[in-house]
């Protein structure tokens, strides 16, 4: 299993505005091979309240079914927009994948 992650410091005003783009916006992950989940998290505040962290978080069955959904025209087609919310976030959006090397879960899978 990978998960791909985007680091976003969403600047305090524009907070409603990037949660509305992301509520919004057209999906088409559930249709890409290897795809299991998606989840938008909002976390603190920064100290000075200045900005807000966000990160978009998937769950890929394996690095290389993230990678093909990274070179296809589904992905293309989902950020070709991306440069219009720059304004909202401080500095650019922070990729960071991980490799799952275990997974606990729960009752309800």
Known sequence: MF???NRFQVLTDHADAFEAVWKTRESRLTD???FVAFHMLKGPDAEAGETILYASHTIW???ED???WTRSQSFRDAH???GRTRHMYQ???RFEG???IQEVTG???
């Open 3 to 5: 998960i791909a992650m």
């Open 32 to 34: 890409q091979p290897g």
């Open 61 to 63: 069955r394996s690095r």
């Open 66 to 68: 993230f990678e093909a």
């Open 80 to 82: 070709k927009d991306g």
């Open 91 to 93: 500095g650019g959006p």
């Open 98 to 100: 991980f490799e799952v």
């Open 107 to 109: 009752g309800d899978g």
